[in-house]
């Protein structure tokens, strides 16, 4: 079919949507430059206009844009622009501001949360508000009493997986210790929410499904967050199109339907039985102080599967990094095993994380694990809704997602000197010296919307760092600092070249 002038009807049409599209582009250009409430602030005239700019890095060069930002800082200042809607802030006396208590009301960012793709947990709730409800009846399972009731299963799982080591010290190529401390921290949160574990620090190569499933989701949540649609969606699509999209998406699918059973078979455990449940889950669903929008199962598993893909990987990696310096440098696991002696000499009981915590240098060593760890390591910015925010001689409109980096504090040489170096002494020279160096950090974020599992995630540390340390001898195998340090992020950091993890060898009960 021709038009009267002779062209193809099909390819004028294309002429003309690409004409459209440069239109917009240009006209989006002009806003964003020149009439944005934005404009005024600093930054890279590309990184103004739409998400362009982020696209190529944190997309088309693997998750550096952090990197970029801190260019941009070094350039511009503490406040830079960081696309048409974005501020980007470094400074750690106004991180507190940033990510604020219950005193403003402050919502998160669709664009930074969808990559997710789980909708209705407390984790991706934008609404301030909604959040807060959500978060109040998961809360009570998170604070120090419940998780001190916990800390024997933390235990116990801690003694089965020193065992396990021991039996596996023959390995040639030495044993994935990050992959065994994710299958102790999966037992431990999935008994957290279940009453039950799977016992996956006793599988073959501590073999763990469901980590494979939040590995699948870190590796294009660069890419999901940048969708023009809710990613959640994907989920929805037959397996047989989802397979030809996203062809590693179906560890996450198998993973849901496995939770979804385990969920269902609770509630009728529990129903059956006739008595409350030690789970979170399945209490959440039955208690009547919960409105029944929130007992849908579809919400409650996007709950479950959020927390317990946050508290396995996270703490897997905190551990890591700690047991990797211990072992890098032997005079800092000598002088703990020396603290952990002098407190007590019998290795065989139970450790509290509460008596682990008043040892000083045990103390110490957790914090500076836990700040080279850095948990999410993009950025999550938030927004007050309701009143400008005032820096220095900025004025910060209502409704601006603005964002601090937990990498670039952490790593802030005016508040931790020798940043990259781990020196839990730093901890204790703050101390005598009255600095409260804890207020700088942000690991878990800060705020209202700070990591609800903290407390869990301290007391795993504690207690797992204390045992090994007291009563296994191992070296490093083919592990150097590269595996550890974080190159590229995927909402958490991930080394330039291969995958996060420590591998260990020649394991043996310490005499």
């Known amino acids: 079919m021709e038009s009267s002038g002779g062209r193809p009807l099909l390819q004028q049409t294309v002429v003309l ?6 239109l917009c582009l240009a006209l989006q250009c002009l806003y964003d430059i020149f009439l944005h409430p934005l404009r005024k602030f600093p930054g890279p005239r590309l990184a103004a206009v739409g998400r362009w700019y982020e696209f ?84 009570p399972y998170f604070g120090k009493r419940a998780v001190t009731a916990l800390e024997p299963t933390i235990n116990e799982r801690v003694e089965v997986l020193c065992s396990r080591l021991v039996e596996l010290k023959g390995k040639p190529d030495g044993i994935n210790l990050t992959a065994a401390f994710a299958a102790l921290a999966g037992d431990v949160i999935n008994f957290h929410f279940y009453g039950s574990h799977l016992d996956t620090v006793s599988a073959e190569d501590f073999h763990f499904p469901y980590r494979e499933a ?17 990613p959640a969606l994907l989920k929805r699509l037959p397996n ?10 179906a560890p996450v699918l198998t993973a849901r339907n496995e939770q979804r059973m385990r969920v269902q078979t609770a509630i009728e455990q529990m129903e059956r039985a006739g008595k409350a449940s030690r789970g979170v889950i399945v209490s959440a669903l039955l208690d009547d102080k919960v409105p029944a929008a929130e007992k849908d199962v579809e919400r409650l598993l996007d709950e479950g599967e959020t927390i317990i893909g946050a508290g396995i990987d996270t703490t897997a990696r905190a551990l890591s990094v700690a047991t ?50 850095y948990s999410i390591v993009s950025r999550i910015p938030r927004i007050a809704t309701e009143e400008a925010l005032a820096y220095n001689e900025y004025n910060i409109p209502p409704g601006t997602p603005v964002s601090q980096s937990t990498y670039l504090i952490n790593n802030d040489p005016t508040i931790f000197p020798n940043p990259h170096m781990f020196d839990p002494d730093r901890w204790l020279r703050a101390e005598q010296e009255g600095v409260h160096l804890d207020k700088y950090m942000v690991s878990f974020s800060k705020g209202t919307r700070a990591c609800l599992g903290m407390n869990l995630a301290y007391a795993a540390l ?23 340090q974080v190159g590229r992020t995927r909402l958490l950091g991930f080394p330039k070249a291969g995958k996060f993890a420590v591998h260990v060898g020649r394991i043996q009960v310490a005499v």
């Open 56 to 139: 190529y890095f944190d997309v088309v060069r693997d998750g550096s844009y952090l990197w970029e930002i801190e260019r941009m800082h070094g350039m511009y200042g503490p406040v830079v622009r960081i696309n048409s809607r974005c501020l980007h802030i470094h400074d750690p006396q106004y991180y507190a501001t940033v990510y604020a208590g219950s005193n403003r009301k402050t919502n998160k960012e669709w664009a930074s949360v969808a990559g997710y793709t789980f909708p209705h947990s407390t984790l991706q709730t934008i609404d301030h508000d909604l959040h807060r409800k959500r978060r109040a009846v998961i809360n």
């Open 17 to 22: 949507v690409v004409i459209l599209f440069v």
């Open 324 to 373: 990797f310096h211990l072992l890098n440098d032997k005079s800092h696991l000598r002088r703990l095993r020396a603290a952990l002696k002098d407190q007590r000499n019998d290795r065989d009981k139970a450790w509290s994380a509460a008596e682990l915590e008043a040892i000083p240098f045990m103390r110490a060593v957790v914090q500076e694990a836990l700040r080279l760890t």
């Open 240 to 249: 047989s199109v989802l397979d030809w999209i996203v062809p590693s998406f």
């Open 462 to 484: 504690y207690i797992t760092i204390a045992k090994f340390a007291s009563s296994l001898d191992m070296d490093l195998v083919g592990t150097t600092a590269e595996n550890i």
């Open 214 to 230: 939040i590995d699948e989701l870190l590796n294009i949540y660069n890419i999901t967050r940048f969708l023009p649609f809710d």
